[in-house]
């Protein structure tokens, strides 16, 4: 992943466009995939799913989320399916 240059840090949640327009914040990754965002926090600590970090907010890839997605549901190993309802 190549590292996003920026002259400026954002400002808001909703600066986020300008920056990082297809990106996902956690709780829309959250959304979107049914984890829970500790859940996806660990997965970008853990170097699983690609994101980066501006101010205090991660921001997933979401081609790298859909990959993880796919490659959970592929194995059928409940314990990486979502728990979410």
């Known amino acids: 992943m190549e590292a996003l240059a920026m ?8 600066d986020r466009s300008r920056y990082l327009p297809e990106w996902l914040s956690v709780n829309e990754a959250a959304d979107k995939s049914g ?6 926090r660990f ?11 501006k101010g205090t907010m991660w921001w997933v890839d979401p081609g790298s989320l859909d990959a993880y997605l796919k490659d ?3 194995t059928g190993d409940a314990r990486y399916t979502p728990r979410r309802e």
């Open 43 to 53: 997965l970008i600590r853990e170097g699983r799913i690609e994101a980066t970090k």
């Open 72 to 74: 959970a549901q592929e």
């Open 7 to 14: 002259t400026q840090p954002i400002a808001t949640y909703r």
């Open 35 to 40: 984890y829970h965002p500790e859940y996806l």
